[in-house]
């Protein structure tokens, strides 16, 4: 059972990938700098923690005990040698270890916390967001963790995602908002109310950039509430997502932005979490009979989180799944500016070239009922189980 019909064959397409150089624009008041290749992500976060002088506040969701987990936090031990307040969040599940490895960073005077460390009613619910923020001016935000898969480039089948360095008045949102996360981890007890109700009345700003946050609330987050609204005006969506098995409800949008105008979607062919992948493909028989666009990206790992809806760009920590729509602590930026959108949909494009195009017949080919048992099961794991759990139950996709 190791065929899998319809996956793409190897071609000079994809052999020949390269990840798109970074490039840079203006919205409003606010300069912004995307950043695809790996190295100039691990660039741009050595960049800020090295340029510091007075502050530098991180949150990971994955920050590995490996070269690259070394090599940053090397560059955060010499920055709170030279006077530098560094701060530090990384979530308990996703982190190697039980933090250990920062000790280093504490005795050089640097704040470490560890996000919901121990097992509670709450330890599912994770901190899936990637900020750093250098002086309270600069910032970056993406999908990417610290460890060496998600910098390597992709003939050494790294991950592909995206960053975002942010300068502009959003960047004091990013301070505030990592102030609150900061409060909540540090509390003694800790108060799970206290945080979803910082999500739940979160303002992400005014202007071309705001910044939204997702978390588990008893009402939709400000990011899922952004998101519905967007779709909802839609004629044009393209889409490049790691991981994608939404609500019926955002699915039942999608189709409607299809029927509008155009919807398109780019998905993994490849991950190191199958399980993802077949939660997704169990979704294709309805977004194809509702004439949605699909392609499986194959040169490597696909872990970018990007929504372009008409012309506002979304890019961020989250997936276009239950787990970050309505579960995971997540931040995204939301940017309305026509030039950058046009830029994201080129940067797609790019990556579409080097993706296999999934058709309806092709498809109901592969669905056969041992496969839409699979299909159907994954969706559920990944909808309710850590991504670091579903990781090791791929059931065989």
Known sequence: MNERPGELQPSEDVADFRDPASFTVNAGEHRLEVVAAGADRLAALLDLIEGASRSVQLSFYIFEDDRTGRRVLEALVTAAQRGVDVRLIVDGFGAAGDGTMFRPLVKAGGTFWLFSPKWTRHFLIRNHQKIVIADGTRALVGGFNVADEYFAPPPDDGWNDLGV??????????????????????????????????????????????????????????????????????????????????????????????????????????????????????????????????????????????????????????????????????????????????????????????????????????????????WNLAWFLVSTVDYTVTRRLNLGL
């Open 165 to 374: 360095v942010i300068e502009g008045p959003a960047v004091a949102r990013l301070v505030k908002w990592f102030a609150r996360l900061e409060e909540w981890v540090s509390g003694r007890p800790s108060h799970w109310l206290q945080i979803s109700r910082a999500v739940r009345r979160w303002k992400a700003g005014t202007g071309p950039v705001e910044v939204l946050i997702g978390g588990p609330t008893a009402r939709p987050s400000p990011l899922l509430l952004n998101i519905r609204r967007d779709l909802d005006a839609a004629r044009q969506l393209d889409m490049m997502m790691a991981y994608f098995s939404p609500s019926n409800l955002l699915m039942r949008k999608i189709a409607a932005v299809a029927k509008r105008g155009q919807a398109r979607l780019v998905t993994a062919a490849k991950s190191d979490n199958g399980a993802t992948i077949g939660a997704t493909r169990s979704l294709y028989t309805y977004l194809l009979e509702n004439k949605v666009t699909l392609h499986e990206f194959q040169p490597c790992k696909l872990h970018t989180k990007l929504i372009v809806i008409d012309d506002i760009t979304y890019i961020g920590s989250a997936n276009f799944d239950m787990r970050s729509l309505f579960l995971n602590l997540e931040i995204m930026l939301r940017i309305e500016d026509t030039a950058l959108a046009e830029h994201m949909r080129r940067h797609i494009e790019h990556h579409r070239a080097a993706s296999h195009a999934i058709d309806l017949e092709e498809h109901r080919k592969r669905a056969t009922l041992f496969n839409r048992i699979r």
